[in-house]
Structure formats: structure tokens, C-alpha cells
């Protein structure tokens, strides 16, 4: 999970989601299951699905990477 600017409440909690081989799964579907395990603020706001994700060298994610990919399309936006 990565934050992003939102200009109301500060940040906002974008999932990047990696899905097993063989297994399907929706937006909604994630949202359902956060709203059922934590408090309604603090579940994502948007999921994006990903074949894998960017690791360094000793396996962990880059959320840098993550982050910028997002920070770029929202310069882009109008």
C-alpha cells in the first residue's frame, strides 16, 4: 500500500495487488473484506492489479516506484 495526495484529507491509501495464478478478484470484493476487518477510514481508497511487483535486489517492494507511478498519471491528469 502506498499513500497518495488527496487534498481534503491529507492522504489517500492506494493497494497494489499482486493475484495468485488461477485466482480471480474484484475491487468491490477487496473492499468488502476491508470493511468487514478494519475501520471504514482506513481501507483503501483504490486497488490496482498487477502481474508483480518491483523488488529490489533482497526481495522487497519498492514502494518509491509504486509511489511515482501514481505521482507521474496525476501530473498528467487535467
Request: include cysteine.
Amino acid at each position: 500500500m502506498v499513500g497518495v495526495h488527496d487534498p481534503v484529507w491529507g492522504e489517500n491509501v492506494v493497494a497494489f495487488v499482486v493475484v495468485r495464478n488461477g485466482s480471480q478478484v474484484t475491487a468491490s470484493e477487496l473492499d468488502e473484506l476491508c470493511l468487514s476487518q478494519i475501520a471504514r477510514f482506513k481501507r483503501p481508497k483504490e486497488y490496482r492489479f498487477f502481474t508483480s511487483l518491483p523488488k529490489n535486489n533482497a526481495g522487497k517492494v519498492l514502494k518509491r516506484e509504486l509511489s511515482g507511478e501514481i505521482n507521474s498519471e496525476a501530473q498528467h491528469q487535467p
